[in-house]
């Protein structure tokens, strides 16, 4: 479908994301992580942030985070997981970042990068003026996922692929 649209039909479609982009932004909750159906409830339409889910590739499924309530504490969480990843089993990191054809990785160079990253996270006072500006975020918003009318592929019908949906500070969408 992309492919074959001239460039003033791509600026069309591309105008209704950032409008799609700005109305989700519009939405307001008072903590990072992922959404949920409270489906215990009696009205089955209570919504709540709880932990990130499902995992994606930064993260690791055994781990269990969130909802937080500032950036600088997500931040500094993810930073240390990553910290403890390097120490305790740079191997894995190697062997992974190999079979993924990336370039070689040095346990001492990446340990001291998210150390600074840590640094910055604790000692930005930028970190703290969105606190409280968390609205959702749809992961992949890219034309695979995106459902045009028959008539018209212009007009954008819809978006799916919703799964990966967080609720994020608005300044990291």
Same mark, same amino acid.
């Given at each position: 479908?992309? /492919?074959?649209?001239?460039?003033?039909?791509?600026?069309?479609?591309? $105008?209704?994301?950032?409008?799609?982009?700005?109305?989700?932004?519009?939405?307001?909750?008072? +903590?990072?992580?992922? %959404?949920?159906?409270? *489906?215990?409830?009696?009205?089955?339409?209570?919504?709540?942030?709880?932990?990130?889910?499902?995992?994606?590739?930064?993260?690791?499924?055994?781990?269990? $985070?969130?909802?937080?309530?500032? /950036? $600088?504490?997500? *931040?500094? =969480?993810?930073?240390?997981?990553? &910290? =403890?990843?390097?120490?305790?089993?740079? !191997?894995?990191?190697?062997?992974?970042?190999?079979?993924? @054809?990336?370039?070689?990785? !040095?346990?001492?160079?990446?340990?001291?990068?998210?150390? /600074?990253?840590? +640094?910055?996270?604790?000692?930005?006072? %930028? %970190? #703290?003026?969105?606190? @409280? &500006?968390?609205?959702?975020?749809?992961?992949?918003?890219?034309?695979?996922?995106? &459902?045009? @009318?028959? =008539? #018209?592929?212009?007009?954008? /019908?819809? &978006?799916?692929?919703?799964?990966? *949906? $967080?609720?994020?500070?608005?300044?990291?969408?």
């Amino acid at each position: 479908m992309w /492919a074959d649209l001239d460039m003033a039909s791509r600026r069309t479609v591309i $105008r209704q994301l950032a409008s799609i982009q700005c109305e989700l932004s519009k939405t307001s909750f008072p +903590h990072i992580g992922s %959404l949920y159906e409270d *489906m215990k409830g009696t009205d089955c339409s209570q919504f709540y942030v709880g932990s990130f889910s499902p995992p994606v590739k930064f993260e690791r499924a055994t781990k269990h $985070r969130g909802p937080w309530a500032t /950036a $600088r504490e997500q *931040m500094t =969480e993810l930073m240390k997981e990553k &910290l =403890e990843e390097i120490v305790a089993n740079p !191997e894995q990191i190697i062997s992974d970042r190999i079979r993924q @054809g990336k370039e070689t990785f !040095e346990a001492e160079k990446f340990q001291k990068l998210y150390e /600074a990253i840590l +640094h910055l996270v604790n000692h930005v006072e %930028l %970190l #703290d003026l969105w606190i @409280g &500006l968390y609205s959702i975020s749809h992961p992949d918003l890219t034309t695979n996922n995106i &459902l045009v @009318g028959y =008539e #018209d592929p212009t007009h954008i /019908a819809g &978006l799916i692929d919703w799964e990966g *949906m $967080r609720i994020k500070p608005w300044v990291s969408q």
